[in-house]
């Protein structure tokens, strides 16, 4: 079985979208903790950061928004954020309220696997990671590896679905920690493609894209990511 | 973090795909700065395409009963000190066999002299800027269209330079392996603090020969306003090493990253910024749009945190009355940035100050 991974930007209606995309079939949800510079994210998440800000989500109220999603779903709760917000709150703060309020691990956008290496996390790995990076990034990572499968340019689709294919090769020859595949899996074609090659995928723009119109649509639209998986 | 530090500041706060190209950077610029025939092709640039060494003019009708001595960026090509980098990295660029350049802008004059290189070397530009920077500084637009450039417009936040520098961040993780970065501040991900220092340290260098020669000692105070803070690093370069020469940096009042920031991350490096407590960056405003910047390169916070430079700041008021004044009086016409650093010239307790007049104020009429 393959794992379905659901990232909700942190906000006032997240633990219904939680609960919404586990009905539906989510695995993991990932909990955006929004930064106002984001170095990472592409235009749907960046706006959804700006909205979250604007609704006072910062990091106390995303902290205790994560505390009352724990209380209404079971499934691995995961922070997603940038250093900009650890540095600010103390590396070590962070790590203990975050798991205080129920997250099971922790993923932060910006910090590379040699920073910081006394901080459990999810490591990132790229297609232009080396082979001694994707190894010391399975070595240290907290349970999976997440996979960036593009690099987010139109146009550059076919040449980005060889560099994850060739991503997820060179990480299986290296390590048998679960690889999870994200970034920018939103089409069909992606989707297949990763359900194919790793042990789960991400979806994080779509997945905030449909929750702008409620749970309903959300537990929906994972419940069709969920049979997709399935069929493959 | 264990790399490019400045004290606490500094390293690599970037997504892992960049990271490989840092390295691969890094070890491209290690190999450049030891090679002679880059040095040799980078002096040659500077000198027959570039106009360096740039003269030091004795302003003494803008400050009298002082000898103020205007290093004059504003005289190099392009008009303003911004060339320096975008020279020396367009070498590295070719080096290490890049064909696309992409940059952000402020005021323009980065994008301006990037436009330039990459038009002199046969590289695809792509320059970043805040459509409120493009509205504010037209004329520079219009020269980087001229020059080849493709100006793409920042719509989303602040629409000023510190979405344009996100932005083209974002274009160089997408573009990664054909494209360099060509960055225009001392700030971004170790290494190019280090780099863009290295590449503006001719401005201290030859400043230091120049007021050697011209009054037999060095100045009591190196001036130079701050936004990303390059100019001024370059500047510092040549006397950091003097203890007798105060280093002084003025930031515009209202985007005093080093004077009112905090310690905090943004575009890749640790620095100090204009920040809240849960690390939200602040907006920053100045009339100039090469100072209007949240953050600031990493070596001045460390510099600033050792005391071995200081840091004051002018309003978009005092900036102007000295835009105005050095143009009076001299029949220079600075740019707004640094006429920050002008404005505070006045009231400096020294006699002997060597001020970096970083560009041309023609983008700012």
Request: hydrophobic fraction near 40%; glycine fraction near 10%.
């Amino acid at each position: 079985m393959k794992t379905l991974v659901v990232y909700l930007m942190a906000g006032r209606q997240t633990p219904e979208l939680a609960e919404a995309a586990v009905e539906g079939g989510a695995d993991i949800v990932e909990l955006g903790f929004p930064f106002s510079d984001p170095l990472a994210d592409g235009p749907v998440i960046r706006r959804a950061a700006e909205r979250a800000l604007s609704e006072g989500m910062r990091t106390d109220a995303c902290l205790e928004c994560l505390a009352r999603t724990r209380e209404r779903v079971d499934v691995p709760l995961v922070p997603m954020t940038y250093a900009a917000l650890l540095e600010a709150y103390g590396y070590e703060r962070f790590e203990a309220e975050a798991r205080a309020a129920g997250a099971t691990s922790l993923i932060v956008a910006d910090l590379p696997v040699d920073a910081r290496p006394d901080l459990r996390r999810i490591q990132l790995v790229a297609p232009t990671s080396t082979d001694e990076r994707i190894a010391l990034a399975a070595r240290v990572t907290d349970g999976w590896l997440y996979l960036v499968t593009v690099t987010g340019t139109t146009g550059a689709r076919d040449r980005l679905s060889t560099a994850f294919a060739g991503l997820v090769e060179r990480t299986r020859a290296l390590t048998n920690v679960p690889v999870y595949a994200g970034f920018g899996i939103s089409t069909p074609e992606h989707a297949q493609a990763a359900f194919e090659l790793a042990d789960g995928i991400v979806v994080g723009t779509r997945a905030v894209e449909v929750a702008e119109d409620g749970p309903a649509a959300l537990r929906d639209y994972v419940r069709s990511l969920r049979a997709e998986m399935i069929v493959h | 973090m264990t790399v490019g530090l400045y004290g606490t500041y500094g390293g690599r706060y970037v997504p892992e795909t960049l990271i490989p190209a840092l390295d691969e950077l890094e070890a491209g610029w290690d190999k450049a700065r030891e090679d002679p025939a880059f040095q040799a092709a980078l002096d040659r640039l500077l000198g027959t395409y570039g106009g360096r060494p740039t003269p030091l003019t004795l302003a003494e009708r803008f400050a009298p009963g002082k000898r103020l001595y205007l290093k004059r960026e504003d005289l190099l090509h392009t008009g303003a000190h911004k060339l320096n980098n975008t020279l020396g990295q367009a070498l590295l660029a070719q080096r290490l066999g890049k064909g696309r350049i992409v940059a952000e802008t402020g005021a323009g004059q980065h994008g301006v002299a990037t436009a330039t290189v990459c038009a002199r070397f046969g590289f695809e530009c792509v320059v970043y800027m805040g459509a409120e920077d493009m509205e504010r500084q037209r004329p520079n637009v219009e020269r980087m269209n001229l020059l080849g450039a493709e100006v793409r417009p920042v719509e989303f936040g602040t629409q000023t330079l510190r979405e344009a520098t996100s932005e083209a961040i974002r274009d160089w993780i997408a573009n990664v392996e054909t494209t360099h970065y060509l960055i225009g501040s001392c700030v971004g991900p170790h290494p190019y603090p280090e780099i863009v220092r290295e590449l503006q340290a001719v401005i201290g260098g030859e400043a230091r020969a120049q007021i050697l020669e011209a009054e037999g000692r060095l100045p009591e105070i190196a001036l130079a306003c701050v936004g990303g803070g390059s100019n001024a690093i370059g500047l510092f370069a040549g006397f950091v090493d003097d203890s007798e020469v105060r280093l002084v940096g003025v930031e515009a009042h209202d985007a005093a990253s080093l004077g009112d920031g905090r310690p905090g991350v943004l575009h890749g490096a640790r620095s100090s910024l204009l920040a809240d407590e849960d690390g939200q960056i602040l907006d920053a405003h100045s009339v100039a749009a090469g100072l209007d910047y949240p953050g600031v390169g990493p070596e001045h916070a460390f510099l600033r945190d050792s005391g071995r430079a200081e840091y004051v700041n002018a309003t978009d008021d005092e900036a102007r009355d000295a835009f105005e004044r050095l143009a009076r009086t001299e029949g220079i016409i600075p740019a707004l940035e640094p006429a920050h650093a002008l404005a505070r010239v006045a009231e400096l307790d020294a006699e002997l100050v060597l001020l970096c007049l970083s560009g041309r104020g023609d983008k700012d009429l």
